[in-house]
């Protein structure tokens, strides 16, 4: 049996659906570029890669914000933890190429436009 049509207003929010997610993917794009950067200079700078007091700052930010915003605060940190491990995972891999001196002390310019 052939499944019933997908009504236009389902049509029309995956529209809409479909520009969030790409905002969500440049925006997150933009943020590991921070991120990289950072992880140079904590690196430079002999700064271990994860930072458990700028963590919990941002976890009490975004719960707030969350609550604000109508969307599951549990949701809303799982994802920044999410996120957050992986970045930590590059700043590990960064400080490992410094100490193995495949890296030199000049940290990459950050571009945003690329
Ligand atoms: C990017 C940083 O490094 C780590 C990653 C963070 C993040 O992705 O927001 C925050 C804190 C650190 O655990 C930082 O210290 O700012």
Same mark, same amino acid.
């Given at each position: 049996?052939?499944?019933?049509?997908?009504?236009?207003?389902?049509?029309?929010?995956?529209?809409?659906?479909?520009?969030?997610?790409?905002?969500?993917?440049?925006?997150?794009?933009?943020?590991?570029?921070?991120? &990289?950067?950072?992880?140079?200079?904590? !690196?430079?700078?002999?700064?271990?890669?994860?930072?458990?007091?700028?963590?919990? =700052? =941002?976890?009490?930010?975004?719960?707030?914000? !969350?609550?604000?915003?109508?969307?599951?605060?549990?949701? !809303? &940190?799982?994802?920044?933890?999410?996120?957050?491990?992986?970045?930590?995972?590059?700043? &590990?891999?960064?400080?490992?190429?410094?100490?193995?001196?495949?890296? &030199?002390?000049?940290?990459?310019?950050?571009?945003?436009?690329?």
């Amino acid at each position: 049996m052939t499944p019933p049509a997908v009504p236009d207003e389902i049509l029309g929010l995956r529209r809409s659906i479909d520009n969030i997610d790409a905002a969500l993917v440049h925006l997150l794009a933009e943020r590991f570029k921070m991120t &990289e950067r950072v992880g140079h200079l904590k !690196a430079v700078g002999g700064l271990p890669p994860a930072d458990p007091a700028r963590d919990r =700052q =941002q976890i009490d930010r975004l719960t707030a914000m !969350a609550t604000e915003a109508g969307l599951d605060p549990e949701f !809303a &940190e799982g994802f920044r933890a999410f996120i957050v491990a992986e970045v930590i995972r590059h700043h &590990e891999r960064i400080a490992a190429e410094y100490a193995a001196g495949h890296l &030199e002390g000049d940290v990459p310019a950050l571009d945003t436009f690329a």
